[in-house]
């Protein structure tokens, strides 16, 4: 038996009910394979959009393995963490970086959403699963390295799932106990930045961005911190996980995911018109979504935030089917840490330019989208008159640092009529 004919598998589960076997070959083959019972149930809980019994061809796709090497399928992988904080994790996991299937299994109590997985033992692993092409593999355990805080958030940022109690904030003990936190901890690279998203949310809130409870959080109050390196600011930023309600799992995914993208190509693989396509087509209200959708971009626009791109989008499944946009998270005005930025991440109506940016570009991406231009317009306008009004008094009382709050109002300053703030 060579090392290649040895497979570990996970069971993966959502909202109680099997969705499939994950199969980590040591060889660096990886194969997601569905039950019968989850791709022949018309009234299946939505794993990915494209499995949904409405999306075109979900039956074929469900009927197929999905296999990679060396990484997990887009829809698995974009579940973990990126750069700096899935080095941290791998290496207190004792696993090498790329090795996604054993990081996924060792995180994959507490992902993002509500999927599930769980270590098979070998004499539990249905033979279906370990035959394939006439092939029998030997099944094993996942090696699953001690680690204190298994949880798994995507992203590049270092960040951390924890539970509040009393104004303190730990991490959750067991899967039974979920996180209901993110936070985050102050950057070593770029200055103040939880004083930045603090008040960035802050501000798209009052111009009509549905946003999670956010909060600035003393770092005293942050319980039992891994040893990593912080900065000597004083807080932390926190935001409500709008994916556990009541310690319930609600399942969401990422842009990336629904568009079958790896996090390496969030930047340059689709387009705002592609999101609002399929918010206007499948959620479960389109055109309010879309209306929320087209609010979210002027105002990344207004707070020069050059970083929505596919993985700070995101889809919500409420009653575990149909999905809903969901609130807005990661907006933060990154000119002030990045020289000479005018562009936003994704292409808007045929432009990436803030300061190009018109009424007319919002119009074309409206009428590529498929959506009535009179059933938008009026809501970018609601947005400007509320920035317009509020946003230069209320900057002054937001946390942001003067010199920050300088360089937005420069911005404000330099963008397109239609869109100038002051």
Request: net charge neutral; proline share 6%; charged share 25%.
């Amino acid at each position: 038996m060579t090392q290649g004919d040895r497979v570990s598998v996970l069971r993966l589960s959502l909202h109680d009910q099997l969705l499939g076997y994950l199969a980590g070959y040591q060889g660096g083959r990886n194969t997601l394979t569905f039950a019968e019972t989850f791709r022949d149930n018309p009234r299946r809980p939505t794993f990915s959009l494209v499995t949904h019994p409405a999306f075109p061809r979900a039956g074929k796709l469900l009927a197929q393995p999905w296999s990679t090497n060396q990484r997990l399928p887009p829809v698995l992988s974009n579940l973990l963490p990126e750069g700096a904080l899935r080095e941290f994790i791998a290496q207190s996991l004792k696993v090498h970086m790329e090795n996604e299937f054993e990081i996924f299994s060792c995180l994959a109590a507490d992902l993002p959403g509500a999927l599930l997985a769980t270590a098979m033992e070998p004499e539990d692993i249905p033979e279906s699963v370990l035959t394939e092409n006439g092939k029998r593999y030997q099944a094993t355990r996942p090696e699953r390295a001690q680690q204190t805080h298994k949880f798994s958030l995507a992203g590049v940022q270092m960040k951390f799932s924890m539970k509040e109690r009393d104004g303190r904030y730990n991490f959750s003990q067991g899967s039974g106990d979920l996180g209901d936190w993110i936070i985050k901890t102050p950057s070593t690279r770029h200055r103040d930045v939880p004083l930045n998203e603090y008040t960035a949310m802050s501000l798209a809130a009052l111009a009509g961005v549905d946003i999670p409870e956010i909060r600035l959080i003393e770092l005293e109050k942050l319980q039992a911190l891994p040893a990593i390196n912080l900065s000597d600011e004083k807080y932390a930023y926190g935001i409500k996980r709008f994916d556990r309600q009541n310690n319930i799992r609600l399942h969401a995914e990422d842009f990336a995911q629904v568009l079958v993208k790896y996090p390496h190509e969030k930047y340059n693989s689709a387009s705002y018109e592609q999101i609002a396509r399929i918010l206007y087509e499948f959620s479960e209200d389109g055109l309010a979504d879309v209306q929320q959708f087209a609010k979210r971009l002027l105002v990344n626009i207004l707070l020069a935030n050059g970083d929505a791109h596919l993985k700070n989008w995101s889809l919500i499944y409420p009653d575990q089917v149909n999905p809903r946009l969901a609130p807005a998270y990661d907006i933060v005005s990154t000119s002030v840490y990045i020289e000479r930025e005018r562009e936003f991440a994704l292409n808007l109506g045929g432009n990436k330019d803030w300061y190009r940016t018109t009424l007319a570009h919002f119009e074309v991406w409206a009428e590529k989208s498929g959506v009535p231009w009179r059933a938008i317009k009026p809501h970018i306008d609601d947005v400007m008159q509320k920035a317009r009004e509020q946003w230069p008094k209320a900057l002054q009382d937001f946390p942001m640092s003067p010199d920050h709050q300088a360089l937005l109002r420069q911005h404000w300053r330099a963008l397109h009529s239609d869109f100038r703030i002051g």
